[in-house]
């Protein structure tokens, strides 16, 4: 079936509403919630914030609820493919039809606002998708909800919503233009999550983030429980998901912890939790498929604590094949660029540089200036649409690994040609 008229542009207008998103803060979003009544305050959420991995950890407790039996909503961002995956309802995404239809509800609501307290009040992209959510988790009668949150915590479009148990999965250096510069930054603001009276649980992260989590905890009456105290620091003593990569049973310890913290009333037992973690799927983290002959696997690492993850994940593929990985690489901002760079030349055979579909990528010419010296392999210059044409894969030959990695943007591309799809953002 295909798009609904309008559809096309209805998303491009949706998109150039992108740049009010620069303001943090939560202040145009409850105007927007109190016109639809609410929504957020009909249901329990899960609410989780993080550097890394909130994502994956999101899914898994989702996971674990549905096979609690309970009727679950998804948010995440951003996504892969389909704008409507971010939006799921017992892992079903938000058809086109239905997007149309909420941005048909929500258009006037958000002029109106825009007419009442001025312009920097209209809603952002963001934040119209939040709406979106939260109407369409109300209107399907969801049990519970579990929230991804956009960027940082505190100021987020999804902290609105009062949580049964708030998630913190890992803190680094990301997003320092709006976040700040340290590590306490950046925990600062996730930790704006924590909610009074309520339970937060915390990922492998920094000791000194960590601390911070603590003492907000403290200062909120907040119980606090980590996977450290809990799993400790031996990876081996974690849980083991459906998701590949050692980085997913860190991930997989905080999913466990936040469903055993949402208690009895949710059938959080421990054979719902382990068949959660047996059935979570979560593509784009390190999903291994066989295309044209290559193992070719999708990783979205696009931050310097992602670029740790990858160079385990990297140095252990080489271990098992015994190969260098032919890797497509392209990532959103120089920043970023660097480091990861840095550890895909320490295994990578060859590198084919892409430039994802976002005004923030960096082009092929500046990646290849970024390109350490002392790596001898070859770089070329290359665009996702040739690499992946009609579903197959053109880089490297039968029998060779290829890892496509850095923005997720780079990844859903691909993975649209992959599924012969046109939708890619």
């Known amino acids: 079936m295909g798009e609904p008229a309008g559809y096309r542009a209805l998303v491009d207008q949706l998109y150039a509403l992108k740049p009010r998103g620069t303001r943090l803060g939560i202040d145009r979003m409850r105007p927007l919630a109190a016109a639809l009544g609410n929504p957020e305050r009909t249901m329990p959420v899960v609410h989780v914030a993080g550097t890394n991995g909130k994502g994956s950890v999101a899914a898994m407790i989702e996971a674990m609820l549905r096979a609690a039996g309970w009727r679950v909503g998804l948010y995440t961002s951003p996504h892969l493919v389909h704008l409507g995956e971010r939006v799921q309802v017992n892992r079903e995404r938000l058809t086109e039809e239905e997007i149309v239809g909420l941005a048909a509800e929500l258009a006037p609501i958000s002029k109106r606002i825009e007419a009442e307290e001025g312009a920097e009040m209209r809603p952002s ?134 469903a055993r913290a949402l208690g009895e009333r949710w059938r959080m037992s421990e054979d719902a939790i382990a068949t959660g973690l047996a059935n979570v799927a979560w593509p784009g983290r390190w999903d291994v498929r066989e295309v044209s002959g290559r193992t070719l696997i999708l990783d979205a690492s696009h931050n310097p604590e992602g670029a740790a993850t990858l160079d385990a994940n990297l140095a252990q593929l080489r271990a098992e094949t015994g190969k260098q990985p032919i890797v497509v690489f392209g990532v959103l901002g120089v920043e970023r660029a660097r480091p990861l760079l840095e550890v895909i030349c320490r295994h990578a055979r060859a590198l084919h540089l892409v430039e994802p579909r976002d005004v923030r990528a960096v082009p092929v010419e500046r990646l290849q200036s970024l390109v350490p010296r002392e790596f001898s392999g070859a770089v070329m210059a290359d665009r996702v649409s040739r690499l992946f044409a009609g579903g197959r894969c053109e880089a490297g030959e039968a029998g060779d690994v290829v890892v496509v990695t850095g923005s997720i943007y780079s990844l859903g591309e691909a993975m649209a040609h992959l599924e012969h799809s046109s939708e890619t953002r």
């Not at 999965?169 to 590590?183: A, R, V, Y």
């Not at 905890?217 to 400790?232: D, I, M």
């Open 125 to 258: 992209f963001f934040e119209v998708m939040t709406a979106m959510a939260l109407l369409k988790f109300s209107r399907a009668q969801c049990d519970i909800a579990v929230l991804e949150v956009g960027l940082g915590g505190e100021f987020d479009a999804t902290n609105i919503a009062e949580p049964e148990v708030s998630v913190i999965t890992s803190i680094g250096l990301d997003h320092c233009e709006w976040l700040g510069n340290s590590i306490e930054d950046i925990a600062r603001a996730k930790a704006g999550i924590i909610k009074a009276g309520r339970t937060v649980v915390i990922g492998r992260m920094p000791l000194e983030a960590e601390r911070l989590m603590r003492e907000t905890a403290e200062r909120k009456n907040a119980w606090c429980v980590s996977v450290r105290e809990v799993f400790g620091d031996d990876v081996e003593t974690y849980p083991r998901p459906a998701l590949a990569g050692v980085y997913q049973r860190w991930n997989a310890g905080t999913a466990v912890l936040a």
